[in-house]
């Protein structure tokens, strides 16, 4: 489907190319002296810089620290060293340009084009030559050959991917856990010291992991699950069911830290709205409300931890999580 | 012959005697060049390339990529005795007890942001001029691929150190990955070696970072610039250009000089903002931990559109049969960036398709003269745009007093809105330009002079334009849409005419132009005609 030119409206004439016209330099000696000597020294103040580098590097201290307007207090030596490597290596390229566009010859040079396409002959050359090929091969004559040949290829293509298996192991249901069981203390991040609801003041927040056996250390990856928040409100400010009420205590309610989103620390808390938000996708969840989502682009609110006190009036949990914490994947169920 | 021309000539020999290279070289050093500033934006990315290659190597010496954890003992005192990653505390260590350490690294992330910015803008012109045409639709593919795998490749770079900023933007690609429906808690599972964020997610990013992804970058940035070689240049148009020829400055000297020299201007600039620009001062954000993250995290800018789309979907999941989707995650962060990578990939087939052209073309065009197409871009450029302004929500209303949920609304319905008005806008303005030049060369330059007619009438004195300008001007082709009949000769539908006739639709819209001034038209004024 091609318009060759189809109805295409004709061209004004071309006037060809402009006439070339003579730099300053090509017609005046003292300008091209100039232009010569400006190339030289633009060449002399890279040296210069090479030489700041090298000054830098050795002999300004580490710790020198000068201020500068703007950026305010600087490291000296990291900085005329960058300076010194910049100037070496912007003033050989100004160098380089300046005496290509003041002395080197400019006159426009035009060469010719030719179309992309092979010749038809050629063309027809390879068409028999892949043909012939194919045919000596005998590919076309042979289809046991050729279909066994299509196994081989094909079954060897899933052994990179056999090996990539031990990458990881399965998740089987580990997402869906944490370390949070029935009875588990709450222990203060940092510092992992087991807290009584006094310790957090009406308003307050507090970030808590569950308190591990002695021995157990505790990884990042467990971090990334068990992290719970803690928010302390008037009882009466609580907009909830029974059921979630009777998670909370004296006020103290607890969500898993980790957005419901994309799995980041929601780790802003609004005192005068009650409401917690991700600083990475900016949903916001109401805490007098079970974390429900007002805002952004989370679909669930953050799960509840439900908690109580033990006989030394310790937080724990009453029971795990129900649901599973941090962003949602396939096999998650609610 | 002196001493220096024997050595010369007598390498020359050998290489020529054992490769044959003279005859290629005779014709490669007086190739043609066509000298343009915006030919340049290519090579500022190709120069950073060169440089990230460059201060990459020099970092790899001193960055441990293990995610054993170690207590620092280096000369930054605020971290003294904190449990780290190695690979958090080997940065520090690059960062303030390798001399040139800091810089290099700033360089390095200046170099990335500059070959990002240098590929977009580069990608931008090759868009606007049409230089996508055949024969190079290959590189312009070539040219996406390159620039997706940039964003990659950034991406794992600034997520190397395992600062807390860069452990917040891997969980949410941890999050993306494990929203894909049924393999997605396995992708991830593999990826990070068990739960996130594991132990071995930063040895394995190294790996793509400094050989894989940037091997398979060589390897096209390499068969890309082959096929400019190959397919020699494109040129803007004027006077004495042609389709068949190429007008410019041969590679020696002067493109050597200038190219050569404009590799060390780019260096330059770049080790200048490594020296006074502080970028990603990891020490200031401490060490990953999951259950933390910083106010106002932000990726990159070349991530931050995606961020921005991220931020903007509505809250849907779907719940069914025990099985959850995260429509939220996987349409601004997979289907969206899908669907538009692939148009943008396809774009050269796409307006072949609208205008039915498939003939070579060389000569760039003015953006203007393609409406359709400038209008196609405008429309892009704004979705990203407003993609990227929700991205920076948390910072503009900081700065700027406003509220989030203010901003997120105008960007929820802006990136709907918005993006089809400036298609409108654009093509408006290209046909306005088009009628502009059309006056330019009937009636010439307006000179402000105003003459008085003996009998008392005043015009304005309207300077004829040079032949050169009236060339450039004009010189653009216009074909009409194509035609394409949804019903035969007896008039009985084709089957195949709703096809033609959305294509002839489309046709329309692409060919839509103010006719330009024919040289009838010219003669016709010139003779006085009016």
């Known amino acids: 489907m091609s318009n060759e030119n189809s109805g295409a409206v004709e061209k004004l004439s071309d006037p060809g190319l402009p006439e070339h016209v003579q730099r300053k330099t090509d017609v005046d000696p003292r300008a091209a002296k100039k232009a010569e000597r400006q190339v030289s020294i633009l060449f002399a103040l890279s040296a210069v810089g090479t030489i700041l580098f090298i000054y830098s590097y050795i002999w300004i201290p580490e710790d020198t620290f000068i201020f500068l307007p703007i950026t305010g207090t600087t490291n000296a030596h990291q900085l005329f060293l960058g300076l010194g490597l910049a100037m070496a290596l912007f003033f050989i390229g100004m160098g380089a340009v300046h005496w290509a566009k003041t002395l080197m010859p400019d006159h426009e040079v035009v060469d010719y084009r030719k179309e992309q396409r092979s010749k038809d002959e050629d063309r027809a050359a390879l068409v028999a030559t892949v043909k012939e090929g194919a045919a000596n091969a005998g590919l076309g004559r042979r289809p046991l050959i050729k279909r066994t040949l299509g196994v081989a290829l094909g079954?060897?293509?899933?052994?990179?991917?056999?090996?990539?298996?031990?990458?990881?192991?399965?998740?089987?249901?580990?997402?869906?856990?944490?370390?949070?069981?029935?009875?588990?203390?709450?222990?203060?991040?940092?510092?992992?010291?087991?807290?009584?609801?006094?310790?957090?003041?009406?308003?307050?927040?507090?970030?808590?992991?569950?308190?591990?056996?002695?021995?157990?250390?505790?990884?990042?990856?467990?971090?990334?699950?068990?992290?719970?928040?803690?928010?302390?409100?008037?009882?009466?400010e609580f907009n909830l069911d029974t059921e979630r009420l009777s998670w909370t205590h004296e006020g103290i309610i607890a969500f898993s830290k980790i957005c419901s989103h994309m799995g980041c620390a929601v780790a802003l808390y609004e005192q005068t709205t009650k409401h917690l938000l991700c600083p990475c996708h900016q949903s916001t969840f109401d805490v007098t409300r079970a974390a429900k989502v007002i805002f952004g682009p989370s679909a669930r609110p953050l799960p509840q931890l439900p908690i109580t006190v033990d006989s030394e009036g310790y937080l724990v949990a009453q029971a795990p999580f129900n649901e599973a914490v941090g962003p949602s994947f396939w096999e998650r169920d609610s | 012959m002196t001493a220096r021309e024997r050595l010369a000539g007598g390498t020359a020999n050998f290489i020529d005697e054992r490769t044959g290279a003279a005859k290629w070289m005779k014709k490669t050093l007086t190739k043609v060049f066509p000298d343009h500033w915006s030919f340049m934006l290519g090579e500022i990315v190709m120069y950073s390339f060169v440089i990230l290659l460059l201060s990459g190597t020099f970092l790899t010496f001193w960055f441990d990529p293990s995610m054993k954890e170690v207590e620092y003992e280096g000369s930054y005192e605020p971290l003294s005795g904190v449990k780290m990653s190695a690979a958090y505390a080997s940065t520090l260590n690059i960062s303030f007890d390798v001399r040139g350490g800091l810089l290099m690294r700033q360089v390095h992330h200046w170099a990335a942001l500059i070959f990002m910015a240098a590929m977009v803008i580069h990608m931008m012109r090759v868009f606007f001029t049409g230089a996508f045409r055949k024969p190079r639709e290959l590189n312009w593919i070539i040219g996406v691929a390159l620039l997706t795998l940039g964003i990659v490749e950034?991406?794992?770079?600034?997520?190397?150190?395992?600062?807390?900023?860069?452990?917040?933007?891997?969980?949410?690609?941890?999050?993306?990955?494990?929203?894909?429906?049924?393999?997605?808690?396995?992708?991830?599972?593999?990826?990070?070696?068990?739960?996130?964020?594991?132990?071995?997610?930063?040895?394995?990013?190294?790996?793509?970072?400094?050989?894989?992804?940037?091997?398979?970058?060589?390897?096209?940035?390499?068969?890309?610039?082959?096929?400019?070689?190959?397919?020699?240049?494109?040129?803007?148009?004027?006077?004495?250009?042609?389709?068949?020829?190429?007008?410019?400055?041969?590679?020696?000297p002067v493109y050597m000089a200038k190219a050569g020299g404009f590799f060390f201007i780019v260096f330059g600039v770049t080790a200048f903002l490594g020296a006074v620009a502080s970028i990603n001062p990891i020490w200031i954000y401490g060490p990953y931990n999951p259950g933390q993250v910083g106010a106002g995290s932000q990726p990159d800018w070349y991530m931050g559109w995606l961020d921005g789309l991220v931020r903007l979907a509505p809250p849907i999941e779907t719940h069914a049969f025990g099985h959850t989707i995260s429509w939220n995650i996987l349409i601004p962060g997979l289907i969206v960036?899908?669907?538009?990578?692939?148009?943008?990939?396809?774009?050269?087939?796409?307006?072949?398709?609208?205008?039915?052209?498939?003939?070579?073309?060389?000569?760039?065009?003015?953006?203007?003269?393609?409406?359709?197409?400038?209008?196609?871009?405008?429309?892009?450029?704004?979705?990203?745009?407003?993609?990227?302004?929700?991205?920076?929500?948390?910072?503009?209303a900081t700065h700027f007093d406003l509220s989030i949920n203010q901003i997120m609304w105008f960007s929820r319905?802006?990136?709907?809105?918005?993006?089809?008005?400036?298609?409108?806008?654009?093509?408006?303005?290209?046909?306005?330009?088009?009628?502009?030049?059309?006056?330019?060369?009937?009636?010439?330059?307006?000179?402000?002079?105003?003459?008085?007619?003996?009998?008392?009438?005043?015009?304005?004195?309207?300077?004829?334009?040079?032949?050169e300008k009236a060339y450039l001007l004009s010189h653009h082709e216009q074909n009409p849409p194509l035609a394409l009949n949804s019903e035969d000769a007896q008039g009985v539908a084709n089957p195949q005419g709703l096809k033609g006739r959305v294509r002839s639709r489309f046709s329309r819209a692409a060919q839509e132009q103010v006719a330009k001034p024919t040289p009838k038209e010219v003669l016709e004024l010139e003779e006085g005609h009016y």
């Open chain 2, 337 to 396: 960036p899908g669907i538009i990578f692939t148009l943008l990939a396809f774009y050269p087939f796409i307006e072949q398709w609208m205008t039915g052209d498939k003939r070579e073309h060389h000569i760039l065009d003015r953006p203007r003269n393609n409406p359709n197409r400038t209008a196609i871009g405008a429309m892009s450029l704004t979705f990203t745009l407003v993609a990227l302004i929700n991205g920076g929500n948390d910072l503009i």
């Open chain 2, 154 to 252: 950034g991406f794992l770079g600034y997520s190397l150190p395992d600062d807390l900023l860069s452990g917040t933007g891997i969980r949410i690609a941890e999050a993306i990955l494990q929203a894909i429906p049924v393999v997605g808690s396995y992708l991830s599972y593999f990826l990070f070696g068990g739960a996130f964020p594991g132990e071995v997610f930063v040895q394995r990013i190294y790996a793509a970072h400094i050989l894989l992804i940037p091997g398979i970058m060589l390897a096209l940035i390499t068969v890309h610039l082959m096929l400019v070689w190959y397919q020699k240049h494109t040129q803007y148009p004027g006077p004495g250009k042609t389709e068949k020829n190429v007008v410019g400055y041969p590679l020696m």
């Open chain 1, 155 to 236: 079954l060897v293509g899933l052994s990179p991917l056999l090996l990539l298996r031990d990458l990881g192991p399965l998740p089987g249901d580990e997402l869906t856990k944490t370390n949070w069981k029935q009875g588990t203390r709450l222990v203060t991040d940092p510092g992992d010291r087991p807290i009584r609801p006094s310790d957090l003041e009406v308003g307050g927040v507090a970030q808590v992991q569950p308190a591990f056996p002695a021995g157990k250390v505790r990884h990042l990856d467990d971090i990334a699950k068990d992290s719970v928040l803690l928010v302390r409100l008037r009882p009466e």
């Open chain 2, 413 to 467: 319905i802006g990136i709907i809105a918005l993006p089809p008005l400036a298609f409108v806008i654009t093509k408006r303005i290209c046909l306005s330009l088009q009628r502009a030049d059309r006056e330019l060369v009937l009636h010439g330059r307006e000179t402000g002079r105003l003459v008085m007619l003996p009998h008392g009438e005043f015009i304005e004195v309207h300077e004829p334009l040079s032949p």
